[in-house]
């Protein structure tokens, strides 16, 4: 498959993102927002720059990870499936290009200042040579980029200069004459002047070191925006009353006009269409890049990923985008539709920052950003909850339309073209709920060799009595798979190190195992050969990780999964286990091993909890005792009020329990109101902690933590909880 040339360095992604900002944000749209606020306009530049702060952190970081042409569409798709991939693509292509026909329209304001020039077939000239251009590569269009945005912020900045001579203060009030829900409406308006920041990533597939070049570029570009706004809006309103700016669609050429005259009035018209033309060209380089992704993704018809042979651009995706916005021009209301499509562009940057926190929390292997958000999670739910403001802000009469008539054609196309084309889940669908992987006994010995995962290296005709899954992270493979010897009582222990990558990546492709997989085979079958343990070693490339544990567990018949989990990430606000869902869903029992370093095991506690996972933690942790002879202490931790004759009954059927074990063992006591942190306070006595996971656990308790986590998390020993679906009974229960 052709890829796009990367030619774009730190000028040129700043250029692009500069110049899909300014336009007709700070030529056209101030006069409007001061009828909303009034001399506030600057401050509400000012909030709509703080509100799309974490959406371009959350964008920058996305981008890192996914460097790849589409952006947004990218992100989305693979955060949350192809559904939402479809409509956020189709959404953003007519969105951009609705904003960039609005930009045409728009400079006919200052176009009428030059000449008696008719609006509609000038647009469509100008639109012609942009399309053109585009055609003819990106780096051409990014050097004429640079020289425009130059001009324009020296223009804008040298008449804010000459126009402080003229500043009056008393302009400046009263600063809120519509009060706050004028500010707030001025701020949602105003804010899809920023939308263009994050434009460029759409492009990341022609960015020079866009692990850098991209959230540098991103983060540079704002501020410069925001500077530039908030600085010429202030210093518009304190040039003239506010009751004479409102609704003045041309309000940076009547503050040249009153610095320098009509001739500088007219040269600022002259860089106001070059601006807001070149404003319409970055809508159109970054809004083609969303079809040109979708149809590689086989959302859209294939044409539209093709490239030029010569150009090395996509070529087909450019011309419709470029028909669009001649259709746009020629047809529609533009103004109306733009303002809805901003409505939508709100929504993206909340799905961005929502994005961020899925690929976070779940973990997922290929998820590597090189450039990470700061302040996680706080900026991302400040900026979901500043957008969610905005929009209630703009009211249900805009928000309403928009959603309908940009998401409505997104389902359309998905159900009727994309869905047939695709076998994509996203992050969400293989993390949440899986229906598609609960089978009944005979359609899973019918089933077909797994998919989509590389097994063809696992003999699946051996059962395996324990199977031990490594995800790469490991802190001693060794001893997670020793551990593994030592529950497995009898048949053959499997080691399958997992590796998951993109659902778009091809796993045809990753024919060569990395040096530190080989180097772990070699390390696996010198234990094997050590202890004389029938143990098998496979590496497993796999889309869908969840799938691929589910059904090598099934078809391997195993009795025990054993893997390594730390506990939860200080990094993050939720709960991971690796195996999410599938830890109540495995038809077998799961072992998830804490490894604090210890590597003799002496001295094994079991912490007993009156929970239905107990006999069989109690008789693993007998074995392992037995295994490593190792000395066996049965702890249970009553409350402090609890009484005599319960305690001394408890205490005999502890010891009833002891007398059935096969290694030295012996019974603890305690009395605590907190038994977590009593047994956390305990574990620095011994070399190993098993406890039976509890079960039903709430919803707060699975996301956010429950005790069996801080358990896990703080032990001084290393840990082995236990869950089990069957039920498993002792002679006498506690």
């Known amino acids: 498959m052709k890829k796009l040339e990367r030619s774009l360095g730190l000028s040129a992604v700043v250029a692009i993102s500069v110049s899909a900002m300014l336009g007709s944000g700070i030529f056209v749209l101030p006069g409007i927002a001061i009828a909303t606020t009034g001399p506030s306009v600057w401050l509400a530049y000012t909030l709509a720059a703080i509100a799309v702060l974490p959406a371009a952190m959350s964008k920058s970081e996305l981008a890192t990870a996914m460097?790849?042409?589409?952006?947004?569409?990218?992100?989305?798709?693979?955060?949350?499936?192809?559904?939402?991939?479809?409509?956020?693509?189709?959404?953003?292509?007519?969105s951009l290009l609705l904003k960039s026909a609005f930009a045409l329209v728009g400079f006919g304001a200052y176009l009428s200042v030059l000449a008696d020039i008719p609006l509609i077939p000038t647009s469509l000239t100008i639109l012609t040579i942009i399309t053109i251009l585009n055609i003819l590569g990106v780096g051409k269009v990014s050097n004429l980029l640079i020289i425009i945005v130059s001009v324009c912020i020296a223009s804008l900045i040298s008449i804010s200069g000459f126009s402080i001579f003229n500043f009056n203060s008393d302009y400046l009030f009263p600063m809120f004459p519509l009060g706050i829900k004028g500010i707030m409406a001025a701020t949602a308006l105003v804010f899809v002047s920023f939308a263009g920041v994050t434009k460029v990533a759409a492009i990341a597939e022609e960015i020079k070191d866009p692990e850098k070049n991209l959230p540098r570029g991103i983060l540079i570009s704002l501020g410069i925006v925001t500077v530039v706004y908030s600085s010429v809006t202030f210093i518009l309103v304190g040039n003239f009353p506010y009751e004479e700016l409102a609704g003045n669609i041309k309000p940076i050429y009547h503050?040249?006009?009153?610095?320098?005259?009509?001739?500088?009035?007219?040269?600022?018209?002259?860089?106001?269409?070059?601006?807001?033309?070149?404003?319409?060209?970055?809508?159109?380089?970054?809004?083609?890049r969303f079809p040109f992704a979708m149809s590689r993704d086989n959302l859209l018809p294939g044409p539209l990923g093709r490239l030029h042979d010569r150009f090395m651009t996509p070529y087909w995706s450019i011309i419709c985008s470029g028909l669009i916005v001649a259709i746009s021009i020629t047809t529609m209301d533009v103004a109306k539709i733009a303002k809805m499509a901003s409505v939508f562009m709100l929504l993206i940057y909340l799905a961005e920052n929502i994005a961020v926190i899925v690929l976070r929390e779940s973990r997922v292997q290929w998820y590597i950003p090189t450039f990470k958000s700061p302040l996680y999670p706080a900026l991302q739910i400040f900026g979901i909850i500043s957008i969610m403001l905005l929009l209630m802000a703009m009211g249900l009469p805009i928000i309403l339309p928009a959603m309908i008539s940009i998401t409505i054609p997104g389902l359309l196309l998905f159900f009727f073209y994309s869905r047939k084309r695709t076998t994509r889940k996203g992050v969400i669908g293989m993390r949440g709920k899986r229906e598609d992987l609960v089978?009944?006994?005979?359609?899973?010995?019918?089933?077909?060799?797994?998919?989509?995962?590389?097994?063809?290296?696992?003999?699946?005709?051996?059962?395996?009595?324990?199977?031990?899954a490594l995800f790469g992270k490991e802190r001693s493979p060794e001893m997670l798979i020793e551990m593994g010897t030592g529950i497995n009582q009898q048949g053959n222990l499997e080691v399958a190190h997992i590796t998951e990558v993109p659902e778009q990546t091809d796993l045809s492709d990753i024919s060569d195992d990395p040096a530190e997989l080989r180097s772990l085979r070699r390390r696996v079958i010198a234990m094997a050969m050590e202890k004389k343990e029938p143990i098998t070693f496979d590496p497993v490339v796999s889309h869908d990780i969840t799938k691929t544990i589910y059904e090598i567990s099934q078809r391997l018949h195993c009795q025990w999964l054993l893997m390594e989990w730390a506990g939860k990430n200080s990094s993050g606000f939720t709960v991971h286990n690796p195996v999410g869902w599938l830890k109540d869903h495995l038809q077998c029992h799961l072992g998830i091993f804490r490894d604090a370093g210890v590597r003799y095991i002496r001295k094994i506690v079991i912490f007993l909890r009156d929970e239905n996972n107990d006999p069989l933690a109690l008789e693993t942790a007998d074995h392992l005792a037995k295994v490593n002879q190792a000395d066996l202490t049965l702890i249970k931790i009553l409350p402090s009020d609890t009484p005599d004759e319960v305690y001394h009954q408890i205490e005999k059927q502890l010891l009833n329990l002891v007398g059935q074990c096969a290694s030295p063992a012996s019974v603890r006591l305690e009395m605590a109101d907190n038994p977590i942190e009593s047994m956390i306070a305990s574990t620095v006595e011994y070399d190993l902690l098993l406890f039976g996971q509890s079960k039903n656990l709430t919803f707060f308790q699975k996301y956010l933590g429950s005790d069996d986590d801080r358990l896990i998390a703080k032990a001084a020993c290393s840990v082995i909880s236990i869950h089990t679906r069957r039920q498993y009974s002792f002679d006498d229960e506690i």
Request: no cysteine.
């Open 67 to 94: 460097p790849t042409s589409g952006g947004t569409y990218v992100y989305l798709e693979r955060s949350f499936g192809p559904v939402a991939g479809t409509v956020a693509g189709l959404g953003l292509w007519l």
């Open 439 to 468: 089978l009944d006994e005979n359609s899973l010995q019918e089933a077909t060799p797994l998919r989509p995962s590389r097994l063809e290296n696992i003999d699946l005709s051996m059962d395996a009595n324990v199977v031990v």
């Open 255 to 288: 503050l040249a006009l009153k610095v320098g005259g009509p001739f500088i009035g007219s040269a600022l018209a002259v860089i106001a269409v070059i601006t807001m033309s070149s404003m319409t060209n970055a809508g159109i380089l970054a809004a083609s």
